[in-house]
């Protein structure tokens, strides 16, 4: 359409943002506590408080569709063909359907070669059988007589009598969304079956049906529309290409990508998406935890998991050989002479000797597998269990908390919305935070240097969020139970608001960095040499921001007492010595 309303109403905090993270940088400081001097109540007075969130709000490139849009939109493209081409609206619907509902291919094609396009969709200039003033006339289906007022006849002319038409019809739609392309019953036929035909003969329930077909493929065969993904949704999306980002968020909440339509996964891409939710699902972890974690009888060669500290085994029934775990030999053969229940010396000698060296090489090999897997599988996992309990919070904070606070402490609900902002945030970075646990798994372990930036900006990133986590769930509980105002109040609306800004703004650079590929960090590991010779650089450690952040982890606190000595990169957050003129970690300058 050349103008469409924007059916998103860019206040309504009820649905997540679908790009939180694009455009340019806001102006976030680091220190929270001198970012907030003026007085609470002037900051977030409701007029500064809506331009505020106007101003953060990017611009969509998609648009929401009720039934009703889809609807008015279908009826307009209809219209707009039928009366550029002069022809009638099933004739316009039938092209329409046959051009995968596109106006201006039909145009294209109309214009180009008007009978070829004719003969293709089946639309007759005239009828291939005159019948003239003929009283009765013989059904092409069933070849019995009957009156002409109970004939029916497409385009074509050719006649058939009410009750094949129904049966005929009926089976088409039975058949699924192929019925929207009917032909005449007659096979040597194809002119085509118009909505004006089903309207006439068909029943209610398949009237109802073929309606819901030809809605239905206004969005599916349109290849700028979609269905919203989400189980129950029946909103569609249009979507407008060429911003790079594929992230939309549907009214009904649920945020996916337009690309692949999985959920919503920025900054990680479709291609790492796929592999990570393949691999959950595969058996191969399954192998590799047998592997790791069991032997095979060598008897029966099923696989066995030692789950006592005694070496001797048995198998189970029918099987019921005894053997040593160790070398996997008879237990017969064992007793105190081989080192006892704990212990065998035969494995020992065969082992010096390299004759277990491939077995055990593989089993360690899937065990380290499997453990970095696990590692970062769990962390993807919890940091999803959080959002689901964060979009909970989110819930109930709008649809009770707030009202209830706006009482206790004597303020309107617009002043309020600081908190609703705090969660949508919580909620949003939990999404981001979950997927750079995939992008950390596929990232290649040779490449040090960009291991250790990503590391550095997750756990940054990480540490900024579980505060504000803490501040926005712990911190808000004593004014809920409050039996009147608090003058405390003030000072939590400027801390979580601050933690709100701090927070956003260690999760654009993550993005940021991210979607760029790590691109900043010297390919020549120097970013991780600096990096390790830093004074604000704290010991390597294995925190569940990363997998190991090495020494690139910076304390919050140290960066915002330490301001006359340090500055912040834009590019990376990394607090420099006051001396550098370019960032010791993305080699960024200073600005």
């Given at each position: 359409?050349d103008?469409?309303?924007?059916?998103?109403?860019a206040n309504?905090?009820?649905?997540?943002d679908?790009?939180?993270?694009?455009?340019?940088?806001?102006?976030?400081?680091?220190?929270?506590?001198?970012d907030?001097?003026?007085?609470a109540?002037?900051y977030?007075d409701?007029?500064?408080?809506?331009?505020?969130?106007?101003s953060?709000?990017?611009?969509?490139n998609f648009?929401?569709?009720?039934?009703?849009?889809i609807?008015?939109r279908?009826?307009?493209?209809?219209?707009?063909?039928?009366?550029v081409?002069s022809?009638?609206r099933?004739d316009?619907?039938?092209?329409?359907?046959h051009?995968?509902?596109s106006?201006?291919k039909v145009?294209?094609?109309w214009f180009a070669?008007?009978d070829?396009v004719?003969?293709?969709v089946?639309l007759l200039?005239?009828?291939?059988i005159e019948?003239?003033d003929?009283?009765?006339l013989?059904?092409?289906?069933?070849?019995?007589?009957?009156?002409?007022a109970?004939?029916?006849m497409?385009s074509c002319g050719?006649?058939?009598?009410?009750?094949?038409?129904e049966?005929?019809?009926?089976?088409?739609?039975?058949?699924?969304?192929?019925?929207l392309?009917?032909?005449c019953?007659?096979?040597a036929?194809?002119?085509?079956?118009?909505?004006d035909m089903?309207?006439?003969v068909?029943?209610?329930e398949?009237?109802q049906k073929?309606s819901?077909y030809l809605l239905?493929?206004y969005i599916e065969?349109?290849?700028?529309s979609?269905w919203?993904p989400?189980?129950?949704?029946?909103?569609a999306?249009t979507f407008?290409?060429?911003s790079?980002?594929?992230?939309?968020s549907?009214?009904c909440?649920?945020?996916?990508?337009w690309n692949?339509?999985e959920e919503?996964?920025?900054?990680v891409?479709?291609?790492?998406?796929?592999?990570?939710?393949?691999k959950?699902s595969?058996?191969?972890?399954?192998?590799?935890?047998i592997l790791?974690n069991?032997?095979?009888c060598?008897?029966?060669?099923?696989?066995i998991?030692?789950?006592q500290?005694?070496?001797h085994?048995t198998?189970?029934p029918?099987?019921?050989f005894?053997?040593c775990?160790?070398?996997?030999?008879a237990?017969s053969?064992?007793g105190e002479r081989?080192?006892?229940?704990y212990?065998c010396?035969?494995?020992?000698a065969?082992k010096q000797?390299?004759?277990?060296?491939?077995a055990?090489?593989?089993?360690e090999?899937?065990?380290n597998?499997?453990e970095r897997?696990?590692h970062y599988?769990e962390?993807?996992?919890s940091?999803q269990?959080?959002?689901q309990k964060a979009?909970?919070?989110l819930?109930?904070?709008?649809t009770?908390?707030?009202e209830?606070?706006?009482?206790i402490?004597c303020?309107p609900?617009s002043?309020?919305?600081?908190i609703?902002?705090a969660?949508?945030?919580?909620?949003e970075?939990?999404?981001?935070?979950?997927?750079?646990y995939?992008?950390g798994?596929y990232?290649?372990?040779h490449e040090?240097?960009?291991k250790?930036?990503?590391e550095?900006l997750?756990?940054e990133?990480?540490?900024g969020?579980?505060r504000l986590h803490?501040?926005?769930?712990?911190?808000?509980?004593?004014?809920?139970?409050a039996?009147g105002p608090?003058?405390?109040?003030?000072d939590f609306?400027t801390?979580?608001?601050?933690l709100?800004?701090v927070t956003?703004?260690y999760?654009e650079n993550?993005?940021r960095?991210?979607?760029?590929?790590?691109a900043?960090?010297?390919?020549?590991?120097?970013a991780?040499?600096?990096?390790?010779?830093?004074?604000?650089a704290?010991p390597s450690?294995?925190?569940?921001g990363g997998r190991g952040?090495g020494n690139?982890?910076?304390?919050?606190?140290?960066?915002?007492t330490?301001d006359n000595?340090?500055?912040?990169c834009?590019?990376c957050?990394y607090?420099?010595?006051?001396?550098?003129t370019v960032c010791q970690i993305?080699?960024?300058?200073r600005?």
């Amino acid at each position: 359409m050349d103008s469409e309303e924007d059916m998103h109403d860019a206040n309504d905090l009820e649905s997540l943002d679908d790009d939180y993270y694009s455009g340019g940088t806001e102006d976030a400081a680091l220190n929270y506590y001198s970012d907030y001097d003026d007085d609470a109540d002037d900051y977030f007075d409701e007029a500064d408080d809506s331009e505020r969130l106007e101003s953060r709000r990017p611009e969509q490139n998609f648009t929401i569709l009720k039934e009703s849009d889809i609807q008015q939109r279908q009826e307009e493209d209809i219209t707009r063909v039928a009366t550029v081409l002069s022809i009638s609206r099933v004739d316009a619907s039938i092209l329409l359907r046959h051009y995968n509902w596109s106006v201006s291919k039909v145009h294209d094609a109309w214009f180009a070669d008007e009978d070829r396009v004719r003969k293709a969709v089946g639309l007759l200039d005239k009828p291939i059988i005159e019948h003239a003033d003929a009283r009765e006339l013989t059904c092409g289906i069933c070849f019995e007589n009957h009156p002409r007022a109970k004939i029916e006849m497409a385009s074509c002319g050719h006649p058939f009598c009410l009750s094949c038409w129904e049966g005929y019809i009926s089976t088409s739609i039975s058949d699924g969304p192929g019925c929207l392309m009917l032909r005449c019953p007659d096979p040597a036929c194809g002119a085509a079956v118009g909505q004006d035909m089903i309207n006439r003969v068909a029943y209610d329930e398949d009237k109802q049906k073929y309606s819901r077909y030809l809605l239905r493929s206004y969005i599916e065969d349109n290849k700028k529309s979609k269905w919203c993904p989400a189980p129950g949704c029946e909103y569609a999306v249009t979507f407008d290409a060429g911003s790079g980002n594929y992230d939309v968020s549907c009214l009904c909440s649920y945020c996916f990508c337009w690309n692949c339509t999985e959920e919503a996964h920025r900054p990680v891409d479709c291609g790492t998406v796929s592999k990570w939710i393949l691999k959950n699902s595969a058996e191969s972890e399954n192998m590799n935890w047998i592997l790791a974690n069991s032997k095979p009888c060598p008897k029966c060669k099923r696989p066995i998991e030692k789950n006592q500290g005694c070496m001797h085994m048995t198998c189970t029934p029918p099987c019921k050989f005894e053997f040593c775990w160790l070398c996997l030999g008879a237990w017969s053969d064992h007793g105190e002479r081989t080192g006892g229940f704990y212990a065998c010396n035969r494995y020992e000698a065969a082992k010096q000797e390299g004759v277990y060296d491939d077995a055990e090489r593989r089993r360690e090999m899937a065990k380290n597998s499997l453990e970095r897997y696990t590692h970062y599988y769990e962390r993807w996992a919890s940091n999803q269990s959080s959002r689901q309990k964060a979009l909970a919070d989110l819930h109930q904070m709008q649809t009770v908390h707030i009202e209830r606070l706006s009482d206790i402490q004597c303020q309107p609900e617009s002043q309020l919305k600081f908190i609703t902002e705090a969660w949508l945030q919580i909620v949003e970075c939990r999404r981001v935070l979950k997927w750079t646990y995939a992008y950390g798994f596929y990232l290649p372990e040779h490449e040090h240097a960009k291991k250790q930036f990503f590391e550095y900006l997750q756990g940054e990133a990480e540490s900024g969020l579980e505060r504000l986590h803490q501040c926005a769930e712990k911190e808000l509980q004593p004014f809920l139970n409050a039996d009147g105002p608090s003058k405390e109040f003030n000072d939590f609306r400027t801390k979580l608001a601050g933690l709100t800004s701090v927070t956003k703004n260690y999760f654009e650079n993550l993005v940021r960095a991210l979607e760029n590929g790590l691109a900043d960090v010297d390919t020549n590991g120097a970013a991780s040499s600096k990096a390790t010779s830093s004074k604000g650089a704290s010991p390597s450690s294995k925190g569940k921001g990363g997998r190991g952040r090495g020494n690139f982890r910076i304390s919050m606190s140290s960066r915002m007492t330490d301001d006359n000595s340090h500055w912040s990169c834009d590019q990376c957050t990394y607090a420099n010595v006051r001396s550098a003129t370019v960032c010791q970690i993305c080699n960024q300058p200073r600005r």
